[in-house]
């Protein structure tokens, strides 16, 4: 980690980060509010996650750090953590080294897997922060799949146990807490064994 990301992760925002937002020009407040309004019902409806909640089938292709194609269903344990981050969201950094250890410390445990999703990003400036963890990267240019599954700011991460939802964290977690990690393994106890990855 170099000096600037030390500093960062000292200080993290309190909020989770927004994307890069485009301004618009030359429009009056009234005009530009009601466009505004009109562009996030289009978008709500468009984006709406599908499933209620389910991973099972995922809306959309992602990328992997090869530049192919790649499903999210495929990459699923029995019990998961899908973590929507990126390397420009000042508040993703601090986490990402628990996040780390959190599947290091789990990786004997065959029905456990984190799925982490870069959004909007580059392989480059992953592979710059995670070096060969970035490898297990899935990227997600366009905000794509995040969006369906109800992500508009970073981070956020899903709980899923057997396809299914069980929580969600909104914002920066401490991921060496010794209760989020009992709650995991509690799921894996009550996950079954043979179901090791979903279709």
């Known amino acids: 980690m170099n000096s600037s990301q030390a500093s960062e992760a000292s200080n993290p ?17 009234p005009a530009a ?3 505004g309004a ?42 998961s953590l899908v973590h929507f981050w990126a390397t420009w969201c000042p508040p993703c950094i601090p986490e990402t080294p628990a996040l780390q250890r959190l599947a290091h410390d789990f990786a004997a445990k ?11 990003d580059t392989t480059e400036k992953v592979r710059s922060l995670l070096g060969p963890g970035a490898d297990m990267v899935l990227f ?13 700011k970073l981070p ?3 709980l899923v146990v057997r396809g299914e939802v069980v929580e969600k964290f909104v914002g920066p977690t ?6 989020l990690r009992t709650k995991i393994e509690s799921h894996l106890r009550a996950a079954p064994a043979a179901t090791a990855a979903l279709p």
Not at 15 to 20: D, E, L, N, R, V
Not at 52 to 60: L, M, Q
Not at 174 to 179: G, I
């Open 13 to 29: 925002p309190a909020q989770p980060a927004t994307p890069p937002a485009d301004r618009s020009q030359g429009l009056g407040r």
């Open 38 to 79: 009109l562009a996030v019902c289009a978008l709500a409806a468009l984006f709406w996650p599908r499933g209620s909640g389910s991973f099972k089938e995922p809306g959309g292709f992602l990328i992997d750090a090869h530049g192919r194609p790649a499903k999210l269903g495929p990459m699923l344990a029995p019990v």
């Open 110 to 120: 065959r029905d456990f897997a984190v799925v982490m999703v870069a959004v909007q």
């Open 33 to 35: 509010l009601v466009l």
């Open 140 to 152: 997600d240019p366009n905000w794509e799949v995040a969006n369906r599954y109800g992500t508009s």
């Open 156 to 158: 956020e991460t899903y």
């Open 174 to 179: 401490d991921w060496d807490s010794p209760e």
